[in-house]
């Protein structure tokens, strides 16, 4: 410590700690724009007049077309199963996702319906229970097509619809 100088820096206004930043911009880098609240996920590829190039929300789309594509796959094993049980001549019983959730782990099933009815009523639980009672082929396949056909990529033109 310099003598006389105390406890308080020499100088009179110092400088603050984030002296590189800019205090007056946006903290939101210009390759990540948003519009209307959502996000345009940008590309690090830059275009020929150097500006960041933005597709809207690939990345997602892609996830989104892959979920519903593996969704129609195990939709269409669980509908092959239906069908090769059919053929054995047993009893027709269909598969549903309750049964196959009861058939994995029956107690966490009941815990299920106990904690729905609980915090949010009998009622709920009868539109859930038709659901998990519903054939798994179908409770399958209809999110499958509808995440199938809201994330395919769009091509320009008449190549595809």
């Known amino acids: 410590m310099a003598e006389g100088a105390g406890f308080e820096p020499a100088r009179g206004c110092p400088q603050h700690a984030f002296q590189a930043c800019a205090i007056n911009r946006s903290a939101i880098p210009p390759a990540a724009r948003t519009i209307a609240g959502g996000f345009y996920f940008c590309n690090k590829a830059m275009a020929p007049n150097g500006q960041a190039q933005c597709e809207s929300g690939t990345d997602m789309r892609r996830l989104g077309y892959v979920i519903g594509f593996v969704l129609l796959i195990v939709a269409a094993a669980t509908a092959v ?44 639980w009868a539109p859930i229970q038709f659901l998990l009672t519903v054939p798994a082929w179908i409770s399958l396949a209809v999110p499958g097509i509808v995440l199938v056909l809201l994330c395919r990529t769009r091509e320009r033109g008449f190549g595809r619809f």
């Open 81 to 124: 199963a239906q069908i090769l049980y059919f053929v054995s001549g047993d009893p027709y019983r269909p598969v549903s996702i309750g049964s196959m959730w009861y058939a994995v782990d029956g107690n966490s099933l009941v815990g299920f319906q106990g904690l729905i009815e609980k915090n949010l009523g009998g009622m709920v």
